[in-house]
């Protein structure tokens, strides 16, 4: 099979978690308004997308004005009818320009669509190339603008300054995160989510390390009323951040101690490593792609420790 086939599967697999599940004829998509010209867009709770039952699909960013929209990722392909009919209610102006905070196409999906409509795609050159790599893909769906790490890029428009901010590889190797300056409002993306444990998709670059390295920037960069919206899951506060990190370097900690006793994957899995958080993380037991999200973040981190 050739090896781009394969990486495409890759990237499937670990994107669409079971894909066969999700009935986007029944998604339902909200809207949050934060200030007078900043919304979010996400999937209602239930049972239409059973990877997140908190709320299908990956939540979305609206900044509008007379300069036009700004707009934060684009949701699964198969709803683009739906979530411009959620902005039109919102605003008839032009979307101008749209970003992604990752790649995986709860995020990324529409983006085809929404260049369609006039806007400008930008996103970091690591999105791109592992997008890229899917076979079939729309060139419609790639960023046309891409960035590295280093300084943020700003946008100044409809009374708010918007920052794209790099960070170094963490949910995936192409992550940024989205801040609102004047709004006080960060989207984090997916390296943070409190519906299940973390998810670090290491078939497309994520890194442990890195995600732990973006939580601590964001205690960092947050101020104390700073709202902090991840892809998934409620809205946070900078306090919410330290416990979250401390979970997850206890389990590390507890996956570590077996991996150095010789366990294999299927004994660290039997030694219960998350059982003191199972029954206070919503959805930790929830099955996703034929595991739990709790036995799923076990095997990553089985699998970066024996690296």
Do not use: W
Not at 32 to 55: K, R, V
Not at 107 to 112: I, K, V, W
Not at 136 to 147: E, F, H, K, S, W
Not at 223 to 239: A, M
């Amino acid at each position: 099979m050739n090896c781009f086939i394969l990486i495409a599967l890759a990237v499937t697999a670990s994107a669409q978690i079971g894909f066969a599940q999700i009935n986007y004829a029944k998604i339902e998509i909200l809207t949050e308004q934060y200030t007078p010209n900043l919304f979010m867009l996400a999937g209602a709770p239930g049972d239409a997308d059973l990877n997140h039952p908190d709320g299908a699909g990956g939540r979305i960013g609206i900044l509008t004005g007379p300069d036009g929209i700004f707009m934060v990722d684009s949701q699964y392909i198969q709803v683009t009818d739906k979530v411009l009919a959620a902005i039109r209610k919102i605003s008839s102006q032009p979307i101008r320009y749209l970003t992604n905070t990752h790649l995986h196409v709860d995020h990324s999906g529409g983006n085809g669509n929404i260049v369609k409509q006039g806007a400008i795609l930008l996103a970091r050159e690591e999105l791109r190339k592992d997008m890229a790599r899917a076979a079939n893909m729309d060139p419609a769906r790639l960023p046309n603008i891409t960035y590295g790490m280093g300084d943020p890029i700003k946008f100044r428009m409809n009374g708010e300054v918007v920052d794209l901010i790099p960070i170094r590889a963490a949910h995936t190797g192409g992550d940024t995160i989205i801040r609102f300056e004047n709004a006080d409002i960060v989207m984090i993306g997916d390296f943070y989510r409190n519906y299940g444990y973390p998810y670090i998709d290491i078939n497309n670059g994520g890194s442990l390390q890195g995600a732990l390295e973006a939580l601590d920037y964001l205690v960092k960069m947050a101020g104390p009323n700073t709202k902090l919206i991840p892809g998934h899951g409620t809205i946070i506060k900078r306090e919410d951040i330290v416990p979250y990190r401390n979970m997850i370097m206890d389990v590390r900690s507890k996956v570590e101690q077996l991996v150095k006793q010789g366990k294999t994957e299927q004994e660290v899995l039997a030694a219960k490593p998350t059982s003191a958080y199972d029954a206070k993380i919503p959805g930790a037991l929830g099955a996703v792609g034929g595991t739990t999200s709790a036995d799923r973040f076990v095997r990553m981190l089985f699998s970066e420790l024996k690296k």
